[in-house]
């Protein structure tokens, strides 16, 4: 399962980045909304660490039809190669999406909640559907459940539509939709750190440190190596 960083934040960008497997990042106003300032700036940032081989994810903020294409629009004449353009899943975001993938721009529909949004945003084109998991909880109702189910639907149809699940409160959200058949995930940087650090695989280096040097000293096998070529 590909992971992409939910977070605008630059520091955290530059660092996962740099250093982990990432796909991309995606975005919603809430998150923009924390970072502040000026946020086409702060986009056009995020896509300069990332590249643009990387997804980009960017959320319209407009409600008519007309005004959610127009934005569209002018996200991907922004951002560029691989942006994506995030649209909610009600009516008119299925009607913008459906008028939107057939003139060939990616569009991320989000806010999924039930299989049958996430079947027909399918069906209006769109790229990527985003269920969210943790959301869909404490509303009683089953995330992991409604991923498994969409991917189920998913591999009865011919289509390309790939499942990006979010809204996640634990790293076991995030290992259980990739059993579920989840092609990505977007978690943030605190649910990223829990996946990577385990206290038991600390406990383990400690203990390795500590039988070396009862046995060998302070020295290292790398010092080690390096005295004898």
């Given at each position: ?13 530059e ?51 007309e005004?959610i ?5 002018a ?17 008119v ?29 399918s ?12 959301r869909?909880?404490?509303l009683?109702?089953?995330?992991v459940?409604?991923v498994a ?19 996640f409160?634990?790293a ?22 829990m996946?990577i ?6 406990t383990?280096?400690?203990g ?7 046995a ?13 070529a």
């Amino acid at each position: 399962m590909r992971i992409l960083l939910d977070t605008a934040d630059l520091e955290k960008i530059e660092y996962f980045n740099l250093h982990y497997p990432i796909e991309g990042v995606t975005t919603n106003p809430t998150i923009l909304a924390k970072e502040g300032g000026d946020v086409v700036e702060l986009l056009h940032k995020i896509r300069a660490i990332i590249g643009e081989n990387k997804e980009l994810h960017v959320q319209v903020t407009e409600k008519s039809f007309e005004r959610i294409v127009r934005e569209a629009e002018a996200i991907v004449a922004a951002f560029g190669k691989n942006t994506f353009v995030k649209i909610p899943a009600t009516d008119v975001g299925l009607r913008a999406t459906k008028y939107l993938s057939d003139k060939g721009i990616g569009v991320t529909v989000t806010a999924v909640l039930t299989a049958a949004q996430g079947m027909l945003a399918s069906n209006s084109g769109a790229s990527y559907v985003a269920p969210y998991i943790s959301r869909s909880e404490n509303l009683c109702a089953d995330g992991v459940g409604t991923v498994a189910d969409i991917a189920e639907i998913f591999s009865k149809s011919n289509t390309k539509t790939q499942i990006l699940a979010a809204s996640f409160k634990t790293a076991k959200e995030v290992l259980d939709v990739a059993v579920a058949g989840c092609h990505a995930a977007t978690i943030g940087s605190t649910i990223m750190q829990m996946l990577i650090t385990h206290t038991t695989t600390d406990t383990s280096i400690a203990g390795f440190d500590r039988d070396w040097r009862e046995a060998f000293g302070e020295e290292s096998l790398l010092e080690r190596l390096e005295k004898k070529a």
